[in-house]
């Protein structure tokens, strides 16, 4: 039993709460719109950019450090891809302080973070996802939203991070279904952008498993909730 309840009387159905990525927005996606959507987040539409998702004050507290670490990195690229690459922070609604000690050149969108929970939020956070190249993160639930919408994602693997990421069951779940690529310094988050530029995702089918397995368990056709 879990929780003193007969084993026959739990009924798992999935996770509700991303059941809106399942929806389909074509009128997110037309070029006005991404032009607006760039300009608005302060970016170079001609440019890419990769996403990086803020955690939670309880999971990471001060991330500026490693922001500001990979904005060097890309900047100081020989690789000229590499090197125009931009990134765009999205900061945890929870955990916002630390964003003005980022580097200027770097992009803060939505400034004060924001949930996915209204139409205006999730547009900004679908767009923020459907023109990155990829997510980059330490350990959040914006990881998760990032892969049902079937973005390759980033973690960073850090020792200081090491209570919040490996010894996390959830965390975990993400490993033994191979659905993150991970990194641990910048020389292989930077490795990874490149592999991704030149298509070979080679996590987009585990990315998949993982989906149909821990978000909806019934089938990616059932809304969970």
Not at 31 to 38: D, L, Y
Not at 164 to 169: C, G, I, S
Request: hydrophobic share 35%; glycine share 6%.
């Amino acid at each position: 039993t879990f929780h003193g309840i007969p084993e026959e009387k739990i009924f798992i159905c999935g996770a509700p709460p991303f059941d809106k990525w399942f929806n389909k927005y074509p009128n997110y996606d037309n070029e006005n719109n991404k032009i607006k959507f760039f300009e608005r987040a302060g970016l170079d539409h001609t440019k890419s950019f990769v996403l990086y998702l803020g955690s939670s004050q309880n999971i990471s507290s001060d991330e500026s450090w490693l922001i500001n670490k990979l904005y060097i990195a890309l900047s100081e690229s020989k690789d000229p891809l590499i090197k125009e690459c931009q990134i765009l922070v999205r900061p945890h609604p929870a955990n916002i302080s630390y964003t003005e000690n980022i580097d200027s050149n770097v992009r803060i969108y939505p400034e004060n973070g924001a949930l996915p929970e209204d139409e205006v939020s999730f547009e900004c956070f679908y767009q923020s996802l459907k023109y990155s190249i990829c997510t980059i993160a330490i350990n959040t639930s914006g990881m998760l939203d990032g892969i049902i919408f079937g973005k390759p994602c980033i973690s960073f693997l850090d020792v200081r991070y090491e209570d919040t990421q490996l010894k996390t069951m959830h965390y975990n779940d993400l490993l033994k279904g191979n659905a993150i690529e991970l990194a641990h310094n910048t020389n292989d988050v930077i490795d990874l952008i490149r592999k991704l530029y030149n298509g070979n995702d080679s996590k987009n089918k585990d990315r998949m498993s993982f989906v149909s397995k821990f978000i909806r368990p019934r089938g990616t056709g059932i809304p969970s909730g």
